[in-house]
């Protein structure tokens, strides 16, 4: 069965102070995990998609990475504008053609004080 | 605004009752896919449509239920409303395997009370 789990829960960071989130994961055969931003109320937006152990991407004061096992958010010099709950999720590999579902965790409640 | 409309944005009903969920898809996006959001457990996956055929299930309750039309929007139908049904329900939608990400809605906040 799919799992993922996110740690921590929840994060308060110092604007500049720079961090890392965690996504574990265990998923039978993974085909891509990927990290969303959601703020109160509004529905998920898209960040990175991470294919295979050892690929990175970036995106303004963000970096995802990925190992066989876990993948970090990455989070430089943050800012007040940062603070929002990241989800990571896992898509596996299925039997059934088009079956694309993503399995979510359950987020970090990131904050970032001016 | 990503291109996902989903309709109405609020809905308070009473337990027992039905409700019928809209959702269109961003243009050129063959998938749709319903997820349940409630406080205590996060982004749950309901069911996923591809081209108007259902292609994954996920927990959904038999009291619900969903189909994508012809012009591939979807629509999710719950009845024999309960109190714990009460949560903020997504769809997302994808071209094909979602390769560049999906693109959710902004959701319908559903109060059942």
């Known amino acids: 069965e799919d799992q993922v789990t996110q740690s921590p829960e929840a994060l308060r960071l110092q604007e500049g102070e720079s961090s890392s989130l965690n996504c574990s994961y265990t998923v039978s055969g993974l085909r891509g995990l990927f990290w969303y931003r959601q703020d109160p109320g509004k529905g998920p937006e898209f960040l990175f998609t991470?294919?295979?152990a050892g690929e990175e991407k970036e995106k303004e004061r963000l970096k995802a990475t990925l190992t066989k096992k876990e993948s970090f958010l990455h989070i430089t010099a943050p800012k007040p504008e940062d603070s929002a709950t990241y989800l990571c999720?896992?898509?596996?590999?299925?039997?059934?053609?088009?079956?694309?579902?993503?399995?979510f965790g359950t987020g970090t409640r990131l904050t970032v004080i001016p | 605004d990503s291109g996902v409309t989903q309709t109405p944005k609020h809905l308070i009903t009473a337990t027992g009752q039905r409700v019928t969920l809209r959702c269109s898809p961003r243009?050129?996006?063959?998938?749709v896919y319903w997820y349940q959001q409630s406080l205590d457990q996060g982004l749950q996956f309901l069911i996923q449509?591809?081209?108007?055929?259902?292609?994954a299930k996920g927990n959904i309750l038999e009291r619900f239920s969903a189909q994508q039309f012809p012009d591939l929007h979807s629509e999710l139908n719950l009845s024999s409303l309960e109190l714990g049904d009460s949560a903020l329900y997504f769809c997302?939608?994808?071209?094909?395997?979602?390769?560049?990400?999906?693109?959710f809605g902004s959701g319908t906040r559903l109060t059942v009370v």
């Open positions: 999720a896992v898509q596996a590999k299925r039997n059934v053609a088009g079956a694309n579902n993503l399995f």
């Open positions: 243009s050129g996006d063959l998938s």
């Open positions: 449509y591809y081209n108007g055929e259902e292609r």
């Open positions: 997302a939608s994808s071209v094909g395997s979602g390769t560049y990400g999906y693109t």
């Open positions: 991470l294919y295979s």
